[in-house]
């Protein structure tokens, strides 16, 4: 665990991307405390410029709602989607990789067409689909992120138990008369949770974009702030009042960077000999 | 195994697909809260009584699931669309008219990042650790992380209003009436934006695939052979490094066919390109779910060709593919 926790302490990036993280989770906890009230009330004039007001640091949008506002209640959504469909995908992916890679077969033969044809579907044009004949709400947007992205989970579970089950202990586990379900649990399953921990840190990351594409196109849930909506609802105006759209677009791209960066550290740390190697 | 074969079995796979999407937006129609037929035609009290009489006739939707179903299913397999009631026209038709740009713009896309991702992971794995190293990887981390719509936002503020050198939005000049060559150039003139846009991301990704594949291959013994026999260093890559390289970056390609349709859905709304991308961001705001299921059905009919064309490719880059299979 500490050479585990010194390799990634060298990792410059991922130092850095996960002071990025805490901050902007900090941000989301807090957001009742920082700014008390709903970010959607319309306190200021509209298309004020940033740093023009002291009230309002980040300016207003196309109908006066305070940027630095939303921004802050926007975290939470994101967060929140992010963190959550990334759950839903792996209680998803990765019993179905298990099972897959455990029995063979015919099982596994056909999970893994199941998972091929979703691999196959545009993962995007279906979660627009998916969202849009539910109507967007937090609900529908999470189940349409984790179908899109169960697959990768899967096949990677599935690959690392295929390896795994051959080894000798899990062997003595099963001549020992062990039930299935344990030493699937208690055997197997734990060798493959550090692939799975990096693949999740960048799952997370992809849902955020995910998520902000969807509310770009106006698909976000229409209860609550997000990230996406914002730079969706100042595109009108782009050309005028840039930083309407541009600013939650910073918000979105400083988070899933330092989600990605993270990823790549924890993979490192995980991975000593393969540094530099992964793409 | 034969040529004509493997195309027998491509063909075969994609039919089962297919088929297996047409029944996925079956179900998810049925998905939608309320009638059906009124969810067919559009928001509630979009379409008029006689036409959603013949919607239920069409689709049989006073009949059992599965008799629907097998009429779903057939209409489909006759490349029967849908009929758009907001647009009184069939899906298909829309849809067909809409499909040149967008293949224009993500082949385009395509071209430029596989061109400039293996051109720039060359050029990394040839320095690694230096300057120009870090900063090809730093780039490719900074795109990889970019909302698509937001950085095509951005290239707008950029390159259309500050410094004025490309049209802002559309797939040509309006009113301009060129013809021929003149209207091929203008459409190009219009089309560097959203392309280079949409291949960013796909770039940094091949671009830091091409690197590790590269320094993968170094080790191999072929290389050292190469340099042993007096080859220069660009010779030993153009040569014997980068056509072995290039393997695991094609298949990649295949596997993000997805994306790449997917993100010229974003970029075409933002840069009001008129391909499918903007047939269904104009769908979304009406909630004509026909139209949005055919374009759905469309993109992944796009993935599964091009996921065909690049095992093609992948045949035609490494023949040992042939005698495995």
Redesign the interface.
């Known amino acids: 665990m500490n050479s585990f926790l010194r390799t990634f302490a060298r990792n410059r990036?991922a130092v850095i991307g996960l002071c990025i993280l805490v901050a902007v989770v900090a941000i989301a906890i807090l957001a009742p405390l920082l700014y008390p009230g709903s970010p959607w009330r319309m306190v200021h004039r509209p298309f004020l410029a940033p740093f023009v007001l002291d009230r309002a640091p980040l300016g207003s949008d196309t109908v006066g709602r305070d940027i630095l506002a939303g921004l802050v209640h926007g975290s939470r959504v994101s967060l929140l989607i992010g963190l959550v469909s990334t759950l839903v995908a792996l209680l998803v992916g990765v019993p179905l990789g298990a099972i897959s890679g455990y029995f063979g077969g015919w099982v596994d033969a056909a999970l893994m067409r199941v998972t091929e044809?979703f691999?196959?579907?545009?993962?995007?044009?279906?979660a627009?689909?998916?969202v849009?004949?539910?109507?967007p709400s937090v609900g529908s947007i999470v189940l349409a992120i984790a179908i899109v992205s169960w697959p990768p989970v899967a096949r990677l579970v599935r690959g690392e138990v295929l390896s795994v089950r051959t080894r000798d202990y899990v062997q003595a586990a099963i001549v020992t008369g062990q039930p299935v379900h344990k030493v699937i649990l208690t055997e197997v399953l734990p060798n493959v949770v550090s692939p799975v921990i990096v693949l999740a840190s960048l799952m997370t990351?992809t849902a955020i974009?995910l998520e902000?594409?969807l509310s770009?196109?106006?698909?976000g849930d229409p209860n609550v702030m997000s990230w996406?909506y914002m730079?969706?609802s100042g595109?009108s105006r782009?050309?005028d009042q840039?930083w309407i759209?541009?600013i939650p677009?910073?918000a979105?791209?400083v988070t899933?960077?330092a989600l990605?960066?993270i990823g790549e550290g924890l993979n490192d740390a995980f991975n000593p000999s393969l540094r530099?190697?992964?793409? | 195994m034969t040529f004509a074969l493997f195309l027998l079995r491509k063909a075969l796979g994609a039919a089962v697909?297919l088929i297996?999407?047409a029944a996925?937006n079956f179900f998810?129609?049925r998905?939608?809260?309320g009638d059906p037929a009124q969810v067919m035609a559009g928001e509630a009290g979009a379409g008029d009584a006689v036409f959603l009489q013949q919607l239920r006739e069409r689709f049989g939707l006073d009949r059992s699931l599965a008799e629907q179903f097998w009429l779903y299913i057939k209409g489909m397999l006759s490349l029967d669309l849908g009929f758009s009631y907001r647009q009184q026209r069939p899906v298909l038709d829309l849809i067909l008219e809409r499909l040149p740009a967008t293949l224009l713009l993500t082949g385009t896309a395509l071209i430029i990042s596989l061109a400039a991702g293996v051109t720039l992971g060359v050029v990394a794995a040839r320095r690694v650790g230096r300057a120009s190293d870090s900063a090809i990887m730093t780039g490719s981390?900074?795109f990889?992380?970019?909302?698509?719509?937001?950085l095509a936002?951005?290239a707008?503020?950029v390159f259309?209003?500050y410094l004025g050198w490309l049209p802002?939005v559309g797939y040509e000049s309006m009113g301009a009436g060129y013809t021929g060559a003149r209207r091929t150039l203008d459409i190009g003139w219009h089309l560097i934006m959203p392309a280079t846009t949409l291949g960013l991301f796909f770039t940094a990704?091949y671009a830091?695939?091409m690197?590790?594949?590269m320094?993968?291959v170094s080790r191999f013994d072929y290389v050292k052979t190469a340099y042993a026999k007096g080859l220069t260093p660009g010779a030993v890559v153009r040569h014997h490094m980068v056509p072995n390289a290039i393997l695991p970056v094609v298949t990649l390609a295949g596997?993000q066919?997805?994306?790449l349709?997917?993100?010229s859905?974003?970029v075409e709304?933002?840069f009001a390109w008129p391909g499918i991308g903007r047939l269904?961001?104009d769908a979304?705001?009406q909630?004509d779910?026909q139209v949005?299921?055919g374009?759905?059905f469309t993109?992944?009919a796009?993935?599964?060709l091009f996921?065909i064309l690049t095992d093609l490719m992948y045949r035609f880059v490494d023949p040992r593919i042939e005698a495995v299979s």
């Not at chain 1, 770009?216 to 698909?219: A, E, K, N, T, W």
């Not at chain 1, 530099?276 to 793409?279: A, E, I, L, M, S």
């Not at chain 2, 990889?144 to 937001?150: E, G, I």
Request: glycine share 8%.
């Open positions: 990036g044809f691999q196959t579907i545009p993962s995007f044009a279906l627009i689909v998916i849009s004949i539910l109507q990351a974009l902000s594409s770009f196109l106006g698909l996406g730079v969706g595109r782009v050309l840039w759209s541009f677009g910073t979105i791209f899933v960077l990605n960066l530099g190697r992964r793409t | 697909i297996a999407i996925l998810l129609l998905l939608a809260p981390l900074v990889y992380a970019m909302p698509l719509f937001w936002i951005i707008q503020i259309s209003k802002n990704v830091r695939m690197r590790s594949s320094i993968e596997l066919a997805g994306q349709v997917g993100g859905l974003l709304t933002v269904l961001f979304l705001l909630r779910y949005l299921l374009v759905f993109c992944s796009m993935v599964i996921n």
